[in-house]
């Protein structure tokens, strides 16, 4: 019950129901706030305890000062929690493993149980192994389940053996459009009482519910787990950028080209840690499909939520979606009796502020290894050539030669060139080159959620196909919608045949390549692009594009829009300007532009307007936790404890609550440390956390093959993330990974210092960390600027501690990374403000101290802490770094060794 300090509690009553809710306008200041603070007002008053969250909280939000640093911590309690398998296994493995932990210390296993719904969509584990046929679809899903069965087992007995917990199976869609089409509530009801829907995720894309009107953002399955568990989430109330909105899109651009836009100018702004609402006229002018990719691709500008306010597209939406009268009824209410409704002509009270006039956006792609660097696809091919020498010279200074030390690099039209010529299975041949694309992906709940953008790629199709053209041969084509809706719809239309017939044949429901699951190249294309060295592509529409993420095979990777991926499927290269150059040539042999197949606005509202309806929603939703046959067949073990298999590879029991008491261990000081890994700008969480291929070779290779597991049956690192043994081993080992400590290696390795006498060896990440913690000798990592940006992988952090890391110090960081790193029990610090690594002059050679650790035993938060650094020569480098420990409740977590420990012991005092 909330202390209701301010007399907020009050009635709403929407045709014959009544809702307790809590009054926003009786907090002095709430009228000029932001939409997505007044959402933070309402969860403070409604749960007002007096105690963690208190009037004094509440006037903070009040009495909020735009212009002001965020200094304020306060305690937000989301409605929800969503997860994905990949990052929701671990956190159902760690609920598990709790359970057992709270019954060794004499408590109620009873007593872990999510407090808040949880919902779980399988859509990470399909791999797009097969494509290109009819039968693609089938014969993936039977791959996924025979690769997955263990983790699936323990999934449904997590859904029987948990209050609150549901899973969406196999084969459904992805969360987040699963999300935005079906389980967000835009206005939650609850216990009598209506609030708005407000949630945390297993994913940094979570933010697409943002489009709803939906305040949520993703965390580590770390913080998810104690949300689950009734903690709230501890945080500062951040800065809030205006972003607005004028004017409409022009004739032949997407919503794609218009969230490229969008994210190469937060990008430059600089919007992380912070809240970004859209706000103005053109709010009202932009489809609530369209505000979900905008807030999708939130992580990737940085940004903590990027949230539109509910108004009659939100409601349109709803209703579209086989939401029932009452709630959009209540929607509606709610929002216009709260002051969270869009007024087109209002402006909030905002920290900073932007503007976009949509008419001025143009078609975009962005590459070749982010998502803010955008590209006008006017200049793609020209920015290729200029951008395909890096990958060349990478290689050769990395002393992997692109080609034979005594000639120079072939060019055609100051183009590095390699015509490599390749035999297909049936005996043709073809010739590919550098820039060929080899992966085409329709792909990513950023673009599957937006009928728009994926009737524009089917009616491309469906041009190109009358005019005879169809994919390049060495293109792996893949379609992978985020909800059956999509096939449904593309069916209704009559579309489906087109796309088959360019290669964009249905690989599952699932987020596949975007996510590195993409599954092999053809074997010879594979082939040609590994013995030649050759810089080839991927194009997808997707949201993330990183060094190594999509494929082992390609360097270079782009985010289009889904009709362009279409195109480029057909030109077969990124050396083609699609904007000039012809495309093919049509059945008479005259030459096909992307003009020739480019479909009107007008064609492409036609076949929404008439083809899409709320029945494909009500069908696709109507039983959607039961699954098929295959997944109720799995057997599933009973009872409220699980019974672990010796024996697994996929599921293991954690190490994190061994030898846990009830009271903490003060912390203490870190001294004789050594580096593990010396690290540059921009390392993302994908190059931290494991993802991907398991290479037979590599640490976690091994262990599988000693574990009796085939290498066919390896899977990837994402679908084996309930076994802590394989992730560690996968910790630091992206194939793109950089340790400035091994020059001129790429992947997980290092020097390992225990082996001085060796003169410090090359050598994996993994097997140095082992040398490290058997001799005692804790680790550190030196990292650059935005340290950990990318998705919200927990095991990023996880791994991290289980190495045996006990700080890292960088010169910025992303905030779901840092919050992680903390609740794993690992010191985030932050060299001075101008130094770095290379300007201190240190090598990852030197023995580090860090002290000042201590000062976080009397309760309080020291600000800085004193770093000295021993060379081995014996002289010293010494400077004050910043402890990012930023609010008391990060420093409640790090004392107790973690935030899973914290929760632990919270919850058997109760």
């Keep these: 019950m909330s202390a209701n300090s301010f007399d907020a509690r009050s009635t709403l009553r929407v045709g014959d129901e009544s809702y307790e809710i809590f009054k926003l306008d009786k907090v002095e200041g709430s009228a000029r706030l932001p939409y997505s603070l007044k959402v933070l007002l309402e969860n403070l008053l409604r749960t007002e305890d007096g105690a963690n969250i208190t009037a004094d909280h509440i006037r903070a939000i009040g009495g909020w000062d735009s212009q002001a640093q965020p200094s304020q911590e306060i305690q937000f309690t989301p409605a929800r929690v969503i997860m994905q398998d990949f990052t929701g296994v671990p956190c159902v493995v760690d609920l598990a493993t709790m359970r057992e932990a709270v019954k060794e210390l004499g408590g109620d296993p009873a007593k872990i149980n999510p407090l808040a719904p949880a919902e779980l969509v399988i859509d990470h584990s399909v791999i797009a192994d097969k494509f290109g046929t009819a039968a693609a679809f089938q014969q993936n899903v039977e791959l996924e389940y025979g690769r997955n069965k263990e983790r699936y087992q323990f999934l449904r007995w997590g859904q029987t053996a948990f209050d609150e917990f549901k899973v969406v199976p196999p084969g459904t869609g992805i969360v987040h459009q699963v999300n935005i089409e079906h389980l967000a509530r835009t206005v939650m009801v609850r216990n009598g009482q209506a609030y708005p829907d407000t949630l945390v995720g297993t994913d940094s894309h979570t933010t697409m519910v943002n489009g709803l009107g939906v305040l949520g953002w993703g965390v580590g399955g770390i913080e998810a787990e104690a949300a689950m568990l009734g903690q709230p989430v501890s945080m500062l109330i951040p800065r809030v950028v205006g972003f607005k909105l004028t004017g409409e899109l022009p004739a032949g651009t997407t919503a794609t080209d218009l969230v490229l836009t969008i994210t190469e100018m937060l990008r430059k702004h600089g919007v992380v840690g912070k809240f970004v609402e859209f706000y103005g006229e053109g709010v009202s002018a932009t489809s609530l499909a369209n505000r979900a990719t905008i807030g999708n691709m939130s992580p990737e500008f940085g940004s903590t939520a990027a949230i539109f306010p509910i108004d009659d597209e939100t409601l349109k939406y709803l209703r579209l979606t086989g939401r029932d009268e009452q709630q959009v ?7 216009k009796e709260q002051g969270l409704w869009l007024d087109p002509a209002a402006e909030p009270d905002f920290s900073e502020k932007l503007e976009l006039d949509l008419s001025t956006v143009v078609p975009s792609i962005a590459g070749p290894k982010r998502p803010q660097d955008r590209i006008v696809l006017a200049n793609a091919a020209q920015q290729f050539a200029m951008d395909v020498r890096n990958y060349v010279e990478d290689d050769e200074e990395a002393g992997k030669e692109s080609f034979p030390a005594s000639d120079s690099p072939a060019e055609h039209n100051g183009v590095p060139t390699r015509p490599t010529l390749v035999t297909a299975p049936d005996g043709s041949t073809y010739e590919i080159d550098h820039g060929a694309v080899t992966v085409a992906a329709i792909t990513s709940c950023t673009n599957t959620s937006n009928p728009y953008v994926m009737v524009a790629a089917a009616l491309v199709a469906k041009k190109a196909v009358e005019k005879g053209l169809t994919r390049k041969p ?70 993330r594009n990183f060094e190594g993420r999509i494929n082992p095979d390609v360097k270079m990777n782009y985010l289009a829009s889904p009709p362009l991926v279409v195109a480029y499927a057909i030109a077969g290269s990124m050396k083609v300007d699609i904007t000039k150059d012809a495309l093919g040539v049509d059945t008479e042999g005259k030459p096909v532009y992307l003009t020739d197949i480019w479909p009107s606005e007008a064609e492409v509202n036609d076949v929404v307007a008439n083809a899409i309806g709320e029945d494909m929603f009500n069908k696709s939703y109507q039983d959607v936790f039961a699954g098929d046959a295959q997944w109720q067949a799995l057997p599933i073990p009973t009872g409220n404890t699980f019974e672990w298999d010796a024996e697994s590879t996929y599921v293991r029991k954690p190490p994190y609550f ?38 037979a070779d590599t640490p976690a290779g091994k262990y599988l093959t000693e574990h009796g597991v085939e290498r066919r049956d390896f899977n990837s690192y994402g679908s084996r993330r309930g076994n802590h ?12 990974l950089r340790n400035q400590i ?52 927990d095991w990023a952090a996880k791994g991290t501690a289980l190495l045996g890391v006990k700080a890292v110090i960088a010169e910025s960081y992303e905030r779901i990374h840092r919050s992680n790193l903390i609740g794993m029990g690992v010191l985030p610090l932050q060299y001075p403000e101008g130094a770095s690594a290379l300007g201190l002059g240190l090598t990852g050679e030197e023995t580090f101290e860090i002290t000042g650790v201590t000062g976080l035993n009397d309760g309080g938060i020291p600000e800085t802490l004193k770093v000295k650094a021993v060379k081995p020569s014996g002289e010293t480098v010494e400077f004050d770094a910043k402890l990012r420990i930023d609010t008391p409740g990060e420093a409640d977590y790090y004392r107790n060794g973690g935030i899973l420990q914290y929760v632990l012991r919270s919850l058997i005092r109760k």
């Design 742 to 793: 091994a020059p001129g290696t790429e992947g997980g390795f290092t020097r390992d210092f225990t082996r001085s006498d060796e003169g410090a060896p090359v050598s994996y990440i993994y097997d140095a960390s082992q040398n490290y913690q058997a001799a005692g000798t804790p680790l550190v990592i030196l990292a650059g600027k935005e340290y950990g940006s990318g998705s919200s992988r």
């Design 725 to 736: 043994e394989v992730m560690i081993r996968g910790t630091f080992a992206n194939i793109r």
């Design 658 to 695: 061994e030898g846990m008491t009830m009271e903490t261990t003060p912390v203490s000081d870190i001294a004789g440390a050594r580096v593990l890994a010396k690290l540059g700008d921009s390392v993302t969480t994908d190059h931290i956390s494991p993802a991907g291929a398991i290479k």
């Design 329 to 335: 009824a209540l929607v509606e209410a709610y929002a």
């Design 474 to 543: 060495w293109v792996k084509t893949t379609l992978a919608p985020g909800s059956k809706v999509v096939t449904d719809y593309f069916d209704k239309a009559g579309l489906t045949p087109y796309l088959d017939k360019v290669g964009f044949n249905l690989v599952g429901y699932g987020c596949t390549t975007c996510i590195g699951n993409s599954g092999p190249l053809p074997e010879e294309v594979s082939k040609a692009v590994n013995d030649n060295d050759l810089a080839v592509t991927s194009v997808l529409s997707g949201n």
